[in-house]
């Protein structure tokens, strides 16, 4: 059974940084990419950043890019949302995802979620 559970998020100002966790478990060698979603509220969720377990290659939305970084503590089985320059619109609920994957024409899919974390970023 594949559990994540996310920690870290909270309230900052604009401009600052946040970083949030996801411990995971039960992750397969067929399953082994895991990222992070986001929902703002009235909005659809959109996948944001994606890593592999294996070997480590990355992938970003554009709204996030250069700005997030996403990175794993294989040792710990955590992968981490390092977020810098926040704004505003950066405010959602994150979720971690297990199985995550950028499709043709850049559709973002996941298989399976955490429980979500809320951010906040005050202007």
């Known amino acids: 059974e594949v559990q994540l559970v996310e920690s870290g998020g909270g309230l900052v100002q604009a401009g600052g940084s946040l970083r949030l966790s996801c411990a995971a478990s039960?992750?397969?060698?067929?399953?082994?990419?895991i990222g992070w979603f986001r929902q703002a509220p009235g909005k659809e969720r959109e996948g944001i950043s994606c890593i592999s377990i294996s070997d480590g290659t990355t992938a970003y939305a554009d709204s996030v890019k250069g700005r997030f970084t996403i990175s794993t503590d294989n040792a710990k089985n955590t992968v981490y949302l390092q977020m810098s320059s926040l704004k505003a619109k950066d405010t959602a609920v994150y979720y971690c995802?297990?199985?995550?994957?950028?499709?043709?024409?850049?559709?973002?899919?996941?298989?399976?979620w955490g429980q979500g974390t809320q951010v906040t970023v005050s202007s």
């Open positions: 995802a297990g199985d995550c994957e950028v499709g043709p024409g850049g559709t973002w899919h996941a298989n399976y």
């Open positions: 039960g992750l397969t060698r067929d399953a082994d990419t």
